[in-house]
């Protein structure tokens, strides 16, 4: 049926169309009655007579308001107002028994978050996936409207770069305290409050400052979250600030691709060292700004004060309702209760509940669904306030936990070798509830307190080994998971007899990358672990076998490039390699902006895989690896 596109100003025509629609509908039986596009500013009367409607579209309208006659189409099963002017939503929309999909999107005055309104229509339509359920978005409505419900202003602020680069005293530079000399390293994460007055008023944020240790990276990938703001600090003085930019935003990107980002170049004594901020912003972006900074006093460099001042400014316009709205989203208020709750854990003697728990309490504080306790601990987990893996299969079934003693516990484990100056506490890199225990007592002891034993009593070691496992930070090396292999505990120096193997058939290939991942080593040594030749392991790489095939797989320490070398019976060399591309590109694919060429030695020299395609050569590697054979043209 062919619709008139009408002035959306015209209301009166508007009607006249509507209801020659409608008087279509009637004669038809369509399956949608579309009154789409048409300026309405009213829904007409008749609509309320059609008991046997089923689908009806008002989108693209300039509609405030739906009447409670609405109640009367109990057939009705989809409504579609997406791009109107609604302020208020009738609660005669909970007594449609049929109703199954209600879009809502484009209509700001409902202050409705998108994760509450689920995918578009058009979404829905092209991607043939589940709306969101009504009931869950008109919950939400009203438990959010009046006294019921407010904004929290409340964001999670994570710092990130390497150690040394100041992190930890531009942080207290932002919250008005002068510098400490003598601050120590942070090992594992420090939370503190900090605050913004943006153009909309004052926001408080969790900042969490994150130790810059390589050997820490690994488990950045469970701490690094949508919905939250990033300040990276680079050491402007270092030669590596541009690459280091590279290493880090992709690293954001990878878990937060659309989050804001203020990237602090840092011991700057105010002066600005040129860096390729455009190939930066258009590959890694959105960067709200780039801010020379200085944290020693006024006295020691003239402005740097005024560096830090610039510095908080450019945060509180990136935590602004134009690039953090989420913090503006309304919050029922018996969810306070909850998160007044989570946040109270510490001083109750808690540093994590179990999942029943956790629902026990959202039923007491008046939260009875299942869905709507997953999208509070969803919501908790985004705001840093306590961290839950509900929606990650590896985790489903652990805890909610306070984030400073579950990140600090495992990386206090990640850096037991580091504890102790010429002693490495594990130095097979096995963990087991044993060893964690001493290395816990141990880290309590150590000059910098890193943590307090009374925290991680006996009884909580098993369970930080289980979440070693299932970070993918360890590896069981038996069935019951009490011995587990660290990739980060393990030597940096390859052990001995772990040269490239050689034979007839050998294949040699190498990824090219800007920045090699940290977690990403480890992470394919402990998904290959079974393959892993005993012995043969070190913290850049390991010797595998397959059947009567080897792989030599290691990276550099320049961080820049992945080899591989495979040698063996043709066979078996070719399923070994096609295993080890397709774990790589499947951990490829975990990071977003990752550009990685893969390269093959040939003719003495490496050359891009996709090169070799492009001009047909061919490796006859079913008859012998080593011969090449020139494609047809």
């Known amino acids: 049926m062919r619709h008139e596109l009408l002035p959306q100003h015209n209301a009166g025509v508007a009607l006249e169309i509507a209801e020659r629609r409608i008087t279509e509908w009637k004669q ?61 939503l009738p609660s005669e929309l909970l007594q449609l028994p049929s109703l199954n999909a209600l879009f809502l999107h484009g209509n700001p005055r409902l202050e409705l ?66 510098m400490d000399p003598l601050e120590p390293e942070t090992h594992g994460i420090l939370i503190s409050p900090l605050s913004f007055e943006c153009a909309d008023g004052p926001i408080s944020a969790r900042v969490w400052d994150f130790g810059g240790q390589h050997v820490l990276h690994a488990m950045h990938e469970f701490f690094l979250t949508a919905r939250t703001l990033y300040l990276l600090v680079l050491e402007q003085r270092s030669d590596r600030a541009e690459s280091d930019a590279k290493y880090w935003l992709q690293l954001i990107r990878s878990y937060a691709p659309d989050a804001p980002v203020v990237v602090a170049l840092n011991k700057s004594r105010g002066i600005e060292k040129p860096i390729d901020k455009d190939s930066l912003e258009s590959q890694y972006g959105p960067i709200i700004a780039w801010i020379a900074t200085e944290c020693l006093p006024d006295s020691e460099c003239k402005s740097a004060e005024s560096t830090i001042d610039k510095l908080r400014e450019a945060l509180s316009t990136a935590a602004g309702p134009k690039f953090m709205p989420e913090a503006r989203n309304l919050f029922p208020k018996r969810w306070t209760r909850i998160k007044d709750w989570l ?34 601990a969803s919501l908790m987990h985004d705001l840093g306030i306590a961290m839950n893996y509900a929606r990650d299969p590896r985790l489903r079934d652990t805890s909610v936990l306070r984030p400073d003693w579950l990140a600090n516990g495992i990386y206090t484990i990640l850096r037991a070798n580091t504890l102790v100056p010429g002693k490495l506490l594990v130095p097979d890199g096995i963990l087991t509830v044993d060893i964690i225990g001493s290395i816990y007592k141990i880290a309590s002891m150590s000059s910098g307190k890193m943590i307090q034993l009374q925290d991680y009593p006996p009884e909580k070691w098993s369970f930080m080994l289980k979440l070693m496992s299932l970070f993918q930070l360890a590896f069981p090396l038996s069935e019951d ?6 990739p980060a505990l393990l030597g940096v120096e390859p052990p001995k007899d772990t040269e490239e193997p050689e034979g007839e058939n050998t294949i040699k290939l190498r990824y090219e990358f800007d920045v090699v991942p940290a977690p990403l080593m480890p992470r394919l040594l402990v998904q290959m672990f079974p393959l892993i030749v005993e012995g043969k392991i070190w913290q850049r790489g390991a010797i595998l076998r397959y059947l009567n095939s080897f792989v030599k797989v290691w990276t550099n320490p320049e961080d820049k490039y992945i080899f591989a070398t495979v040698a063996g019976q043709t066979k078996d060399v070719k399923e070994l390699l096609n295993l080890l591309q397709d774990t790589l590109a499947a951990l490829f694919s975990e990071y977003r902006c990752l550009e990685v060429t893969e390269q093959r030695w040939f003719d003495n020299n490496w050359v891009p895989s996709e090169t070799l395609k492009r001009f047909n050569v061919k490796f006859a590697e079913d008859d012998n690896l080593n011969s090449l054979a020139e494609g047809d043209k």
């Open 28 to 88: 038809q039986r369509n399956n949608l009655l579309d009154l789409s596009f048409l300026g309405l500013e009213s829904i007409p009367d008749s609509v309320f007579t059609l008991h046997d409607l089923r689908r009806i579209s008002f989108r693209n309208n300039k509609l405030t308001s739906i009447p409670s006659a609405i109640s009367s189409l109990l057939s009705l099963e989809e409504i579609w107002l997406a791009n109107n002017l609604l302020e208020s």
């Open 481 to 486: 998971g009490s011995q587990q292999i660290c």
């Open 113 to 178: 978050p998108e994760e509450i309104l689920g995918p578009t229509v058009e979404v829905v339509a092209n991607l043939r996936c589940t709306p969101k359920p009504p009931k869950e978005i008109l919950d939400y409505y009203f438990a959010t409207r009046g006294t019921r419900g407010t904004a929290l202003r409340e964001l999670k602020l994570i710092v990130v770069g390497w150690g040394k680069a100041g992190k930890t005293t531009l942080v207290r530079r932002l919250a008005g305290k002068s």
């Open 343 to 376: 946040e109270n854990l510490e001083s109750e003697g808690l540093n994590f509940v179990s999942y029943e728990e956790f629902s026990a309490k959202c039923r007491e504080a008046g939260e009875l669904e299942p869905n709507k306790q997953l999208e509070i």
